[in-house]
């Protein structure tokens, strides 16, 4: 019998701290069904949701567990997708301002869309004559309530400002 849980941790680690995660997870029998590692400098904050034999979940959760630069923190969890609706991979762009990531997230969030994962850049555009300006980026995924268009949603997110586009990934 298998056992699925998530684990989430922060804190200070290495590329090779994560390598040494997934060889302790594979060398018990188990696997990651789905994994968000993010670095800035020496700083990491990952969730992952591991499946593996129930016999060996103390041990991989031990391996985890023991390095005293991370917060690490387990949650139960199941083998189910969470719903059946479907995934929209969405990407945003806009001129940069103050605010931007909160107006999108509200737009969402006030029509019950689920944010599965967002990943937002910078650039910084420096222009002749002392002008410059930054363009703003994002990549979602989101799930939709089964009522709802894709269309809509876009069209909400694009009326945010003049200069917002939203490319629907297929």
């Known amino acids: 019998m298998n056992k699925t849980f998530i684990v989430n941790f922060v804190g200070k680690a290495t590329p ?12 018990h029998g188990g696997k990651w069904l789905i994994s968000k590692v993010n670095f800035i400098e020496d700083q990491v904050a990952a969730v992952i949701k591991i499946d593996l034999p129930i016999e060996n979940e103390d041990k991989v959760k031990d391996a985890i567990r023991k ?12 083998t189910a997708s969470h719903n059946v609706e479907e995934i929209f991979q969405l990407r945003l762009d806009s001129n940069d301002r103050a605010g931007i990531v909160n107006e999108i997230t509200n737009v969402l969030d006030g029509q019950g869309i689920n ?15 002392g002008v410059s300006s930054s363009l703003f980026t994002a990549n979602l995924s989101i799930r ?12 909400e997110l694009e009326s945010l400002s003049e200069d917002t586009r939203v490319i629907l990934s297929t």
């Open 16 to 27: 090779s701290t994560i390598k040494s995660f997934a060889a302790a997870t594979h060398e």
């Open 67 to 78: 390095d005293p630069n991370l917060l690490v923190k387990f949650t139960d969890s199941d």
């Open 115 to 129: 944010i599965l994962d967002m990943d937002c850049q910078r650039v910084f555009i420096a222009g002749g004559g």
């Open 144 to 155: 939709l309530p089964k009522e709802m268009a894709i269309e809509d949603v876009t069209h």
